[in-house]
């Protein structure tokens, strides 16, 4: 047996970066070489405590921005913490279950899901491609009172321009599973946007009684993917063709433009 | 296809401010204190955001932004500061670096290598941290490094060992290291 071993495969060995059967081979010779099996440990050790020590910065809150050319894009809080929890919530929670034909909640059972709402909505309106929307944003400011008007309060359209999204306009949906304003029953609207690309994203607002969860929640049904949560008068699902994380970035942007 | 919108070249602010838990580790584990390493992600960050055409959509943005970070690390020469004492860490209020189950012989550890890696040449520091802690390929750290894999490899011996002394002696010598706060 050749007595040194290469560096670098010490460090691979360290790193994992060998096949199993390498690993094996450099065990072999470490039960030999006793100096060396030391010298291994130790690096790894110091891989194990370099982590203990830094990766708590992970998860702290900062206060770095972006400036994109006027506009300060800003992590304020950790969204990766929310994104997670909202995961963690939502799993399971029946979106695909709910798609799959049991529509109707069972009597008593806590209203539908907006998410579902939404998801209905996106499959219908996204395809189109002469009437995706009943005005268009050339009428925004029509197109936001009339929206506020039916839903009984006052809705903003959040920018979604710097991650290359456009409001295309909006539209009122004959919402089976409507807001609420105490007893009363309210439609829902839907604002669709579109990128260069032609990709395009629904943001579904309805009525939301006081005292309703507010949290965060993720759910997905093939590749579509939605985040929904709750904000003063308005629950919000934001829809869109995109996996989980592409998502989260322009849910926080949505969320916090209309938190400014 | 769609014209006259605004196009986004390279990536979105988004894809930018995702990475920023991970270049925000490297920084403070690089420069050993919240402050500066800030400052370096800040300026890192503005120049990405500034040089964003230059990235290619088919690569690595994580090591792009490391590659982007270290430039700025290395022209910083102005700004530049020495690496934060023991007591600066602890001054900043992270003298609890673990969970609450931590004992007294890990958070000794903890600070032995807040020590040691202050102690350590920071070419060596560099290498050490992109592999070790941000699990770089050697490939992908000579990349951001700009030097070749080579020099990696060598450098990364001589930090790794060089580290191992220094935490050797710090747990042997009653040297203030393991000073509660």
């Known amino acids: ?260 | 296809m769609r014209q006259g919108h605004w196009v986004p070249t390279g990536f979105t602010v988004e894809q930018l401010l995702a990475q920023i838990p991970r270049l925000r580790r490297y920084a403070r584990a690089l420069t050993g204190s919240r402050e500066a390493a800030d400052d370096l992600v800040q300026d890192a960050l503005e120049r990405a955001w500034t040089k964003r055409a230059l990235w290619r959509p088919d690569s690595n943005l994580r090591a792009w932004l490391f590659a982007v970070m270290h430039n700025v690390f290395v022209n910083g020469v102005k700004r530049a500061r020495p690496m934060a004492s023991l007591d600066a860490l602890n001054e900043e209020g992270n003298a609890e670096p673990v969970a609450s189950s931590a004992s007294a012989e890990t958070d000794a550890t903890l600070r032995e290598m807040s020590s040691a890696l202050a102690q350590l040449p920071v070419e060596q520091r560099q290498v050490v941290l992109l592999v070790g802690l941000e699990q770089l390929t050697y490939a992908e750290a000579a990349e951001v490094l700009e030097i070749p894999i080579g020099t990696v490899m060598s450098r990364l011996s001589r930090g790794r060992d060089r580290l191992r002394q220094l935490l050797d002696e710090g747990s042997d010598g009653q040297n203030g290291l393991r000073r509660v706060k």
């Open chain 1, 1 to 260: 047996m050749r007595k040194g071993l290469g560096e670098e495969i010490l460090h691979a060995y360290v790193d994992g970066g060998l096949t199993s059967d390498e690993r094996g081979a450099v065990e072999a010779h470490l039960a030999l070489h006793p100096e060396t099996a030391a010298r291994a440990r130790a690096w790894a050790t110091q891989n194990e405590i370099l982590h203990r020590l830094f990766d708590r910065v992970l998860e702290e809150a900062h206060t770095l921005k972006v400036e994109t050319r006027g506009r300060v894009a800003a992590a304020p809080f950790s969204w990766r913490n929310v994104a997670a929890l909202a995961a963690t919530l939502a799993l399971g929670i029946g979106i695909g279950f709910m798609a799959r034909g049991y529509w109707a909640p069972a009597p008593g059972a806590a209203r539908a899901s907006i998410a579902r709402e939404a998801l209905l909505a996106h499959a219908a309106y996204v395809p189109e491609v002469r009437h995706p929307v009943e005005v268009t944003a050339r009428e925004e400011q029509h197109l936001l009172a009339w929206l506020s008007k039916r839903l009984d309060a006052p809705l903003k359209a959040p920018s979604l321009l710097q991650s290359g999204y456009q409001l295309l306009g909006g539209r009122l949906l004959p919402a089976f599973a409507g807001g609420t304003i105490g007893d009363k029953t309210t439609p829902v609207a839907l604002l669709m946007y579109e990128n260069s690309q032609g990709k395009r994203l629904s943001l579904v607002v309805r009525r939301e009684s006081p005292n309703t969860d507010t949290a965060f929640r993720f759910a997905q049904e093939g590749r579509t993917s939605v985040f929904y949560w709750v904000d003063g008068p308005f629950g919000y699902a934001l829809v869109g063709d995109l996996n989980k994380d592409e998502l989260a970035v322009l849910a926080r942007l949505v969320f916090q433009q209309l938190n400014p």
